[in-house]
């Protein structure tokens, strides 16, 4: 016998000759090869019984591949393959799938089951949703979907500059903070638009109807001016409020914009601290309830 472990190999004598006659010069696997085993030790003993507690197998299984031996000798010991000879064509799937192709890249957001539904009621092609998704997954539409997905949610995504402890200020203008508060009053909620200057504490506030891009915007804006120096870097939360609008304004004006970690009021400690002195000194005396333009 020639070979490697592990390998493919030739036998020549292993087995006894009724055997090693039938399997001259014969290329077999390490599975028939254990079989053959079962079978030459068989052979020998001329006990079932025996050979299935030597190997460790079961009568069955030992019945199952002598049968078999029996009936096409070698080749009966090989492993009968799972797959189907004859596959079952999908004969529906390539009749539509060019329909359903010419639908998804119309209606990319469009989902299986509405893609079903629209060739039922529109084409009168009754389909199955499960039927639709293999379309789109065997020409790769559903992964071009995510990457669409992906694309888009990464273009609107701004690169936030972040500092752990805060920003440091050495003069007026150098860093302002900036944060939004809500006032419930008993026509509704407003917004308090609050900002400091780190360096000087000198801070301007507003009360606005409604929080947005844009009010912040214009918040800043009218802040800058009441401040009257060059203002160098913002620092803010992560509101929607200071997206938007308001972080393009702050780019166009060539002013650093910086984002708190989130859960993290530490960092604007500033603003957080001035909000809270007008809170305990304005909006928290019983029984006010002013107007926005008194707020």
């Known amino acids: 016998m020639k070979g490697i472990i592990g390998t493919n190999i030739y036998l020549f004598s292993l087995f006894p000759k009724k055997i090693s006659n039938k399997i001259k010069d014969i290329?077999?696997?390490?599975?028939?090869k254990i079989r053959l085993k079962w079978i030459q030790h068989y052979q020998k003993t001329k006990n079932i019984s025996k050979t299935c507690r030597y190997f460790g197998i079961s009568r069955t299984t030992f019945y199952k591949w002598y049968k078999r031996y029996k009936e096409e000798g070698i080749e009966g010991l090989y492993d009968i393959p799972k797959t189907p000879k004859n596959k079952r064509k999908p004969i529906i799937r390539n009749k539509y799938q060019q329909i359903i192709i010419k639908i998804k890249k119309k209606y990319p957001t469009w989902s299986k089951e509405k893609i079903a539904k629209y060739l039922e009621v529109e084409e009168g092609i009754k389909i199955s949703p499960s039927t639709v998704y293999r379309v789109l997954k065997q020409t790769?539409?559903?992964?071009?979907?995510?990457?669409?997905?992906?694309e888009k949610k990464n273009s609107s995504r701004i690169n936030k500059k972040r500092i752990r402890k805060g920003l440091k200020a050495t003069f007026p203008g150098e860093v302002i903070q900036i944060d939004v508060k809500h006032i419930t009053q008993k026509g509704g909620t407003l917004y308090q638009f609050t900002a400091i200057d780190k360096y000087s504490r000198l801070s301007y506030g507003k009360i606005y109807k409604s929080k947005s891009s844009r009010k912040a915007k214009e918040f800043f804006i009218e802040a800058r001016e009441y401040f009257g120096f060059d203002i160098k870097k913002v620092q803010t939360d992560n509101g929607s409020e200071f997206l938007g609008e308001f972080?393009?304004?702050l780019k166009e004006e060539g002013i650093e914009h910086y984002f708190s970690y989130p859960n993290s009021p530490k960092t604007n400690a500033n603003v957080e601290r001035l909000i809270?002195?007008?809170?305990?000194?304005?909006?928290?005396i019983e029984g006010t309830d002013y107007t926005i333009d008194e707020l």
């Not at 790769?140 to 992906?150: F, P, S």
């Not at 809270?276 to 928290?284: A, H, K, N, T, V």
């Open 247 to 249: 972080d393009k304004y």
């Open 27 to 32: 290329k077999i696997s390490k599975e028939v």
């Open 276 to 284: 809270r002195s007008i809170e305990e000194e304005l909006w928290l």
């Open 140 to 150: 790769n539409l559903i992964q071009e979907n995510k990457n669409r997905r992906t």
